[in-house]
T-cell receptor, first 114, second 109 residues
Framework: DAGVIQSPRHEVTEMGQEVTLRCKPI?????LFWYRQTMMRGLELLIY????????DSGMPEDRFSAKMPNASFSTLKIQPSEPRDSAVYFC????????????FGSGTRLTVV | GENVEQHPSTLSVQEGDSAVIKCTYS??????FPWYKQELGKGPQLIID?????GEKKDQRIAVTLNKTAKHFSLHITETQPEDSAVYFC????????FGKGTMLLVSP
């Protein structure tokens, strides 16, 4: 298995633009997580899905953030409009059995909003 | 929700020395305690985990100990090597994983 695949690896965009981050989880994993990593706040859970259904989006910072999982092999995290404070590394992870098993993380998308 | 404190935030050791990272938590409902290693430019990678019915687990040079009564768990790395240099995160499971703030380990040759 190729692991969790995220794209793009790097994204530089101007403030106000729409940004879409993509994730392909490991086949067979029924949980998918979106995390944001910054120096100040560490790893923050934004939202997670179970069997393609959003379970908890309480970590999504604002209405500018949205996430979808149209099928078991694909998820997107969208920021519209983007702001400089959204600059961070965004990780997607997948797992079996939610929090009772280890997560497999992707390599992340480094987002810079200028 | 869950809260986990991780110490130290940075740790410098000489090659061959041991390194210990400790995490404390407040909610006793957690039963799964993984540790992750994150190398520069990569995502966190699971290196070892422990469940609440076990007090210690070893895998070659790394070990994890758990004290549920005192609500702390620790990562022990023996005979450190330069390639152990990375950021290490503890985590604990409730409905999802909550991560500590990380420890940057630097192993000098």
């Amino acid at each position: 298995d190729a692991g969790v695949i995220q794209s793009p690896r790097h994204e530089v965009t101007e403030m106000g633009q729409e940004v879409t981050l993509r994730c392909k989880p490991i086949s067979g994993h029924d949980y998918l997580f979106w995390y944001r990593q910054t120096m100040m706040r560490g790893l923050e859970l934004l939202i997670y899905f179970n069997n393609n259904v959003p379970i908890d989006d309480s970590g999504m910072p604002e209405d500018r953030f949205s996430a979808k999982m149209p099928n078991a092999s694909f998820s997107t995290l969208k920021i519209q409009p983007s702001e400089p404070r959204d600059s961070a590394v965004y990780f997607c992870a997948s797992s079996l059995n939610g929090g009772s098993e280890g997560y497999t993380f992707g390599s992340g998308t480094r987002l810079t909003v200028v | 929700g869950e809260n986990v404190e991780q110490h130290p935030s940075t740790l410098s050791v000489q090659e061959g020395d041991s390194a210990v990272i400790k995490c404390t938590y407040s909610d006793s409902a957690s039963n799964y305690f993984p540790w992750y290693k994150q190398e520069l430019g990569k995502g966190p990678q699971l290196i070892i985990d422990i469940r609440s019915n076990v007090g210690e687990k070893k895998d070659q040079r790394i070990a994890v100990t758990l004290n549920k009564t005192a609500k702390h768990f620790s990562l022990h790395i023996t005979e450190t090597q330069p390639e152990d240099s990375a950021v290490y995160f503890c985590a604990l499971a409730y409905s999802t994983l909550t991560f500590g703030k990380g420890t940057m380990l630097l192993v000098s040759p």
